[in-house]
C-alpha cells in the first residue's frame, strides 16, 4: 500500500523558515517523480513544486510564486521528500502535500498533509 | 502558464442525479488531465487520469471525456458519499495548474 506521511509544519513567523518532510513507503520511492501540492485555508490546491528522480538527475521545477525561496530535494536512501522553505510570507499558510507521481498519468497519491502558519 | 477553469463552482443536486463538471484549458493539454475528489479535512483522491482512465478502486459511475481544451467529469447516478469538491488537473505542460473546483452540494 503507498503510504505518503508529511511532518515538519508549524507556527513560523514572516521571514522565517521550515524544513517539511515526507516519508515515503509501499511503493520504489526511488523510481518516482514527487511533487509538493498546497492548499491556503478555505482554497483551491496549487502546485508548489517537483524533483524528478535520478534517471532524470534530480532536477527540479517550481511554481512561480515560491521560485527562489523554496527548495524541494529528496534523499532516496531514505524514501523521503523534503521542502525547505524560506523567506516565509503570510500567504505561504496553507496545509502542504506530498505527492506522488507515476509517468504518463501525473499525480496519483498524496499524502495527509501537514498545516504550516505563517503569522506573528 | 495554462488557466484551468472550471465550471460550475458550485451546484446543489439530490442522489440519483447525473452530474456534469466542465474544464477548459487556456491552450491545449493533449489528454494530460486528471481529476480529484476532495472531502472536507482530507487529502485529494484521484478519480480520473489521461482525461478519461479511470484510477482503479474507483466507482464506474464516475467517467471522464474530452482532449485539447475541452474536458468533462460526469457522475452518472450521484451517491451520498459523493458530495465533495472536485478538481481538475493539467500535467501537460509546467506550472502545473489546477480548476478552481466544484463544490457538490446536497439539494
Known amino acids: 500500500e503507498v503510504q505518503l506521511v508529511e511532518s515538519g509544519g508549524g507556527l513560523v513567523q514572516p521571514g522565517g523558515s521550515l524544513r517539511l518532510s515526507c516519508a515515503a513507503s509501499g511503493f520504489t520511492f526511488s523510481d518516482h517523480y514527487m511533487d509538493w501540492v498546497r492548499q491556503a485555508p478555505g482554497k483551491g490546491l496549487e502546485w508548489v513544486g517537483r524533483t524528478r528522480n535520478k534517471a532524470n538527475s534530480y532536477t527540479t521545477e517550481y511554481a512561480a510564486s515560491v521560485k527562489g525561496r523554496f527548495t524541494v530535494s529528496r534523499d532516496d536512501s531514505k524514501n523521503s521528500l523534503y521542502l525547505q522553505m524560506n523567506s516565509l510570507k503570510t500567504e505561504d499558510t496553507a496545509v502542504y502535500y506530498c505527492?506522488?507521481?507515476?509517468?504518463?498519468?501525473?499525480?496519483?497519491?498524496w499524502g495527509q498533509g501537514t498545516l504550516v502558519t505563517v503569522s506573528s | 502558464d495554462i488557466q484551468m477553469t472550471q465550471s460550475p463552482s458550485s451546484l446543489s443536486a439530490s442522489v440519483g442525479d447525473r452530474v456534469t463538471i466542465t474544464c477548459r484549458a487556456s491552450?491545449?493539454?493533449?489528454?494530460?488531465l486528471g481529476w480529484f475528489q476532495q472531502k472536507p479535512g482530507k487529502a485529494p483522491m484521484r478519480l480520473i487520469y489521461?482525461?478519461?482512465s479511470l484510477q482503479s478502486g474507483v466507482p464506474s459511475r464516475f467517467s471522464g471525456s474530452g482532449s485539447g481544451t475541452e474536458f468533462t467529469l460526469t457522475i452518472s447516478s450521484l451517491q451520498p458519499e459523493d458530495f465533495a469538491t472536485y478538481y481538475c488537473?493539467?500535467?501537460?505542460?509546467?506550472?502545473?495548474?489546477f480548476g478552481g473546483g466544484t463544490k457538490v452540494e446536497i439539494k
Open positions: 491552450q491545449g493539454i493533449r489528454n494530460h
Open positions: 488537473l493539467q500535467y501537460n505542460s509546467y506550472p502545473l495548474t
Open positions: 505527492a506522488r507521481i507515476t509517468p504518463g498519468t501525473g499525480i496519483d497519491y
Open positions: 489521461a482525461a478519461s
